[in-house]
């Protein structure tokens, strides 16, 4: 794909996301990318839901961010594992993002997280136009830039100051801040989409997990079940109180019919001794 530029006929129309290539056609590196962007994906719609009730944000994940212009185009992009643009519409024209193009919207991601699959060197490289730290510092400035390694458990998350990153520190809880969305940051060892894995997710700022729309699913499960058996109990419970309460009844009709027998008993045997000419006494 060539774009010419001729500077005695029209205006300049650079190409926009439907016009630039999707992938640069490589393989995802790992299992464990794609469930890790649905993870950070799923457990944050619920604050960008109140944080944009108008609708307007954009998440991409492995999708190109076109920066500028070069041929091969895709030569031109970075493909972060996952980044969110705020105050974006979701749909261009009615369809959905193919890319995130710089030079078309003019808005900066807020946050660009890279998922490190080897030494993480490509993900720290700062040669100047060539190295992603370099273009993500320089040039496509996110606010904030996170490197996520899950062989070693760990995130470095850095914030956009001036013109530089600089390393955000890790509070008591060993996550890190990202003031503008109210949420942290952080390691969570635990099992997602059948994988034992430390995960990178999301709290919010009074630490509590920001979990997904299956998480919440499973706790609503198991809070019905607990409410059934909580109901269940309560239904043998008063079952039981019923049949004590019958058999009590029962025995106390019976001991009631055992008294009217012996009533009538008397009251024959002093008819039959009437009947003698004997006057009983009572």
């Not at 609708?55 to 212009?69: C, E, K, L, P, V």
């Not at 991601?109 to 080897?118: A, N, Y």
């Not at 993500?136 to 850095?158: D, K, N």
């Amino acid at each position: 794909m060539t774009f010419t530029i001729d500077p005695s006929t029209d205006p300049v129309v650079l190409p926009d996301h439907t016009q630039l290539p999707e992938s640069d056609g490589t393989f995802v590196k790992n299992f464990q990318e794609h469930p890790q962007s649905i993870l950070l994906t799923d457990s944050l719609e619920p604050v960008l839901q109140q944080v944009h009730p108008d609708g307007q944000y954009a998440i991409g994940q492995d999708s190109g961010i076109y920066w500028r212009m070069t041929e091969p185009p895709e030569k031109g992009a970075e493909a972060p594992d996952w980044f969110y643009v705020p105050n974006v519409p979701p749909l261009l024209n009615g369809i959905p993002r193919r890319s995130y193009v710089l030079w078309q919207e003019f808005i900066a991601p807020l946050i660009i997280l890279e998922f490190v699959s080897g030494s993480g060197k490509e993900e720290r490289d700062k040669t100047p136009w060539t190295g992603k730290f370099f273009i993500y510092e320089q040039v496509i400035r996110p606010a904030f830039y996170g490197i996520y390694e899950v062989q070693t458990a760990s995130v470095e998350l850095y914030r956009l100051i001036g013109n530089r990153f600089e390393l955000v520190a890790a509070n008591a809880r060993g996550h890190y801040q990202i003031e503008p969305l109210g949420v942290e940051i952080g390691i969570w060892q635990g099992l997602y989409q059948n994988l034992e894995l430390p995960w990178l997710r999301w709290w919010d700022a009074q630490g509590n997990l920001l979990i997904t729309g299956s998480e919440r699913a499973e706790i609503e499960s198991q809070r019905a079940t607990k409410e059934y058996q909580r109901a269940t109990k309560e239904y043998q419970r008063a079952t039981k109180e019923y049949q004590r309460a019958e058999q009590e009844r029962q025995r106390a009709e019976q001991e009631h019919q055992r008294a009217e027998q012996e009533h009538l008993h008397v009251e024959k045997l002093m008819a039959q001794l009437r009947a003698a000419g004997i006057e009983p006494e009572l």
